[in-house]
């Protein structure tokens, strides 16, 4: 079956824009979450959804938001980019909770000017 | 802060060895453990779970897990260059945290 699927996988963005990147779960998989990677501090946890409501927010500005659609797909934006944005954004899905663990997608490398 | 700890390594270990990972928590009512691994320029990937204390085991890979001492470890028996790759242990716990708490990695190298 499908894995994970994100896009785009690359971007380039400047400084002040704004950004939207897309994750489709796993058919039947209906919580979705959303990490930021980066090499200094690791997988930083951003956002989680089950059932279009975000269950729980990680320790980011609000320029961050996130949504879930009601076939499980999510999206997440950033406003006013900043350069220490540019991360590798990765969604994650499982079938209830993250007790089961997650399956990840390939990412969205985004890079910030 | 719920915090996972991992030696940052790099580990490395000849073809062959044991390859020895691990990973202290600070969340006593943790209740999910994971393990994945990551290799560079990829998603990290699931290969290990673990929910009761003791051993699991899956191929040449072990997950241990003592939650009194709020430890988990994964061994990787007759390693394989194939195994390198930053390894990531995660952890969950019930009660309402819905997510996974991840440690910052161990890079391993297996040497041919």
């Known amino acids: 079956k499908a894995g994970v699927t994100q896009t785009p996988r690359y971007l380039i963005k400047t400084r002040g824009q704004q950004v939207t990147l897309s994750c489709s779960p796993i058919?039947?998989?209906?919580?979705v979450s959303w990490y930021q990677q980066t090499p200094g501090q690791g997988l930083q946890f951003l956002f989680e959804y089950f059932s279009e409501t975000q269950r729980n927010k990680g320790n980011f500005p609000g320029r961050f938001s996130g949504r879930q659609f009601s076939n499980s797909r999510s999206e997440m934006n950033v406003s006013t980019l900043e350069l220490g944005d540019s991360a590798l954004y990765l969604c994650?899905?499982?079938?209830?909770?993250?007790?089961?663990?997650?399956?990840f997608g390939s990412g969205t490398r985004l890079t910030v000017v | 802060q719920k915090e996972v700890e991992q030696n940052s390594g790099p580990l490395s270990v000849p073809e062959g060895a044991i390859a020895s990972l691990n990973c202290t928590y600070s969340?006593?009512?943790?209740?999910?453990f994971f393990w994945y691994r990551q290799y560079s320029g990829k998603s990290p990937e699931l290969i290990m779970s673990?929910?009761?204390?003791g051993d699991k085991e899956d191929g040449r890979f072990t997950a241990q897990l003592n939650k009194a001492s709020q430890y988990v470890s994964l061994l990787i028996r007759d390693s394989q260059p194939s195994d390198s790759a930053t390894y990531l242990c995660a952890v969950n716990s019930e009660g309402g945290s819905e997510k996974l708490v991840f440690g910052k990695g161990t890079k391993l190298t297996v040497n041919p």
């Open positions: 994650a899905s499982s079938v209830i909770q993250s007790n089961y663990g997650y399956t």
């Open positions: 969340d006593r009512v943790s209740q999910s």
């Open positions: 673990i929910y009761s204390n």
């Open positions: 058919s039947g998989h209906r919580s």
